[in-house]
Structures are given as C-alpha cells and as structure tokens.
C-alpha cells in the first residue's frame, strides 16, 4: 500500500522560505510523478508543482515558478518542495500526491498524504 508523509510545513514571514518533504513507502517514487498540490482556507485545491517518473521532467504553477523548486531523492524515496520568497497567498495546507500508470492528471491520482501546513504572515 502506498503511504505519503508530508513534513516541512510551519509559520514563517513574508520573504521566508521552507521546504516541504514527502516520505513514500510502498512505491519506488522514480518510476511514478510525484506531485505537490496545495488548498488554502476556503478556497480549492491547486495544483502547485509535478516531477514525472522516468524523464524526471517538471512542472510548475504560473504562481510559484522562479520562487519554488521541487526535487526527488529516489535513495530515499523522497520528494521535496523548495520554497523561496514566500507571500502570504501561499498560506496554505501542501499535499504531495502520485498516481497509478495510466492517471493523466494529479486529479486523477489515488495516492495522498495527510498534508503540511504553510502559514506566511506579512
């Protein structure tokens, strides 16, 4: 069974930065995309950044591109997300997430933790 444990999260001042770890067991993370989605109070989820499996290829939100970076440690079957100058609209919970063979999109996936939780005052 796959298991995803999100680690990282906290309070930190505009301009901060953090980074975010996802523990996977039950999965060789290097052969599926691993993604970081997140949801702010009230609002849906958004999709954040994805690193697939085999090309090691990424992806990131319009929002968090320059300032976040997302990378993969398959030793340790880890995922990580880097977050640089941070802004008070990325208060959010962070959630890391991977899917089966065949999940097109992160909504598709099937597989998430139990989320870390980002706090950016001003």
């Known amino acids: 069974q796959v298991q995803l444990v999100e680690s990282g999260g906290g309070l930190v001042q505009s301009g901060g930065s953090l980074r975010l770890s996802c523990a996977a067991s039950g999965r060789t993370i290097s052969r599926y995309a691993m993604c970081w989605i997140r949801q702010a109070p009230g609002k849906g989820r958004e999709f954040v950044s994805i690193i697939s499996g085999e090309s090691g290829s990424i992806l990131y939100a319009d929002s968090v591109k320059g300032r976040f970076t997302i990378s993969r440690d398959n030793a340790k079957n880890a995922v990580y997300l880097q977050m640089n100058s941070l802004k008070p609209e990325d208060t959010a919970l962070y959630y890391c997430?991977?899917?089966?063979?065949?999940?097109?999109?992160?909504?598709?996936?099937?597989?998430w933790g139990q989320g870390t939780q980002v706090t950016v005052s001003s």
């Open positions: 997430g991977t899917g089966d063979v065949g999940a097109l999109t992160w909504k598709q996936y099937d597989y």
